[in-house]
């Protein structure tokens, strides 16, 4: 396929300047303690191989407890077509699709006609987002008839939060300005803070609509075309962000959203999710739209929470991982293709005596670090995105797994995993960000765009 290209309303786009085709090695020499200790290369070292023959699995020390994405660096985050990583110091740097601005570069040329420019091509390699100091960053996006779109949220030590990119729907919370299409239905490169939203403690985005988490009330601001996601007959919660009521009065932990619907943890290790069902993604049979938080049925003790369109996974305190909802490409990790939907949360079919320690979820796979460090996945690999199989440079021969399977050639134990659309990404225990999968915009960070070749093995992305 070829890589889409942003239209603007009046004028072509201008070619990106040169200073793109380069960018300064960012060293990462100050880490936190956690990553000290696990000792390792600098992430601007020679790449590893990046082949997909077996290697030695190094566990990072400690990995049987969850490492928490807000204190690790440099860490990586991925969702839609686009990644973005915050480093040692806590700058934000993303890659990958641009068609919206959810890279956080160019910038937008107004015109004397009232029109713009917007270079809103893929870039591989990562750019620099003029965002302050970062404390964690969350992605969204979506392919949609049009092209592909995505928003990006960065949460800051003052608990206020900033986002960029796609805000058709208002999710980059900017208020009013989300109402006048002359501004909203434009790229928005320049990340800006969201409006009238106490200090918040987590964040999602998913492209159409955010949420967070403050003091364990969840809010949720944009709007869900597809669904009814909390109140689409509410237009006001495109304007601003409104408080949704959990069951039973509970607080939420962590909050995850998805085109289709959104899933809360909450501080009882019980689950709630609402929104679109159409395959069993909110754990009951019904397939209608439930608009209301409402706890997933035989879910307890959970610690995680993922999801992506139509599809639920959890961790358990225990590790074991159990997914519900949509079963295509194998994505429910059982080991069959049958089935299109199963609301019924089932566990994963981990390796024998294997837990789970951090799981991640897309439109087309999942993932799990498991206790020695090692990162396994299942469902959709046409692009190399489960980092197994073999590639004759147009297709896999492992074109997808309903068993999950072990990602070869990382360089050493993951920390923390991250997946996209048909790709993957990952902190590793040497301080380095790995990605592989697809790379038709960019989104492994490779300096290139490739629209043809699968890239089921690993390689460095360099900052």
């Known amino acids: 396929m070829s890589p889409p290209m942003h239209k603007t309303r009046l004028s072509p786009m201008f070619a990106r300047a040169a200073s793109i085709a380069t960018l300064a090695l960012v060293g990462v020499s100050a880490v936190v303690a956690l990553m000290t200790a696990c000792g390792g290369s600098d992430s601007n070292d020679s790449p590893a191989d990046a082949g997909t023959d077996r290697v030695p699995i190094i566990k990072p020390p400690g990995n049987r407890d969850p490492v928490d994405p807000t204190t690790l660096r440099p860490v990586v985050h991925t969702s839609g077509h686009h990644a973005c990583a915050i480093l040692d110091d806590q700058s934000v740097r993303c890659w990958g699709n641009n068609s919206h601005g959810e890279l956080g570069y160019p910038k937008v040329v107004d015109l004397p006609d009232g029109g713009y420019t917007f270079d809103g091509r893929p870039i591989g390699v990562p750019q620099r987002v003029s965002v302050g100091p970062a404390s964690t960053i969350a992605l969204g996006g979506f392919p949609d008839i049009t092209g592909q779109f995505g928003s990006s949220c960065a949460l800051f030590a003052d608990k206020q939060v900033q986002c960029w990119g796609d805000d058709r729907n208002g999710a980059l919370g900017r208020g009013n300005a989300s109402e006048d299409p002359n501004i909203a239905n434009r790229p928005h490169p320049e990340a800006a803070a969201v409006v009238n939203i106490p200090p918040v403690d987590r964040i999602a985005t998913n492209g159409w609509f955010s949420c967070a988490l403050s003091g364990g009330r969840l809010l949720c601001w944009g709007f869900n075309p597809k669904s009814s996601a909390w109140t689409n007959a509410n237009q006001d919660g495109k304007v601003r962000p409104l408080e949704l009521t959990l069951p ?135 692009w190399g995105a489960l980092g197994a199989g073999h590639s004759d440079g147009t297709k896999m021969d492992l074109p997808e797994s309903s068993t999950p399977v072990m990602v070869q050639g990382l360089s050493t134990g993951a920390l923390y995993v991250s997946a996209g659309i048909d790709f993957t990404c990952a902190t590793l225990a040497d301080r380095s960000v790995m990605c592989w999968g697809a790379n038709h915009l960019g989104q492994l960070g490779r300096g290139n765009v490739d629209d043809k070749s699968p890239h089921p093995e690993p390689a460095r992305v360099s900052f």
Do not use: M, Y
């Open 248 to 382: 039973g009065g509970r607080t939420a932990k962590q909050v995850a959203t998805s085109q289709s619907h959104i899933c809360a943890l909450l501080d009882d290790g019980t689950v709630a999710c609402w929104g679109g069902n159409a395959n069993g993604q909110l754990g009951t049979n019904a397939t209608s739209p439930n608009s209301t938080p409402t706890l997933v049925p035989r879910l307890e003790g959970i610690a995680e929470v993922e999801i992506a369109a139509e599809l639920t996974c959890v961790r358990a305190a225990s590790g074991e991982v159990r997914c519900f909802g949509s079963n295509e490409n194998g994505k429910l990790g059982r080991g069959s293709f049958t089935g299109e939907r199963d609301s019924s949360p089932a566990p994963v079919a981990l390796p024998a005596g294997k837990t789970a320690t951090q799981i991640t979820t897309s439109v087309s796979h999942a993932c799990a670090i498991v206790d020695d460090g090692s990162v396994w996945c299942w469902g959709r690999n046409q």
